[in-house]
């Protein structure tokens, strides 16, 4: 069974950083892209920022020069710096991933979409 499992999220005020970290489990065989999303109360989730196992990155326009996404392809983790935090980052951030898996009961391969069980971020003004 393939997981994603956060941690990292804090209470942190306004101007400090905090560091998430999203580590993939399971009989994993490849993870294309993983990322991180965000909700906020009354709030649409939204897509923070992404990476595929290239290295090609993408980020929402509010966290640009500010957040920086990593992967470890080798450990199959993905982390989140987060710089120059403001009130309005508070939210719930999920980790996600396109994984592909091993089935041992099928013997087969398949792909799917993952989420995490989110970390709350809470910036103080």
């Known amino acids: 069974q393939v997981q994603l499992v956060e941690s990292g999220g804090d209470l942190v005020q306004a101007g400090g950083s905090l560091r998430l970290s999203c580590a993939a489990s399971g009989n994993i065989a490849s993870i294309n892209a993983m990322g991180w999303y965000r909700q906020a109360p009354g709030k649409q989730r939204e897509l923070v920022a992404a990476?595929?196992?290239?290295?090609?990155?993408n980020y929402a326009d509010s966290v640009k020069g500010r957040f920086t996404i990593s992967r470890d392809n080798a450990k199959n983790t993905v982390d989140l710096q987060m710089n120059s935090l403001k009130p309005e980052d508070t939210a719930v951030y999920y980790c996600?991933?396109?994984?592909?898996?091993?089935?041992?009961?099928?013997?087969?391969?398949?792909?799917?979409?993952?989420w995490g069980q989110g970390t709350q971020v809470t910036v103080s003004s």
């Open positions: 990476a595929t196992s290239g290295g090609r990155t």
């Open positions: 996600n991933a396109d994984i592909t898996y091993y089935s041992t009961r099928t013997t087969r391969y398949y792909t799917d979409n993952y």
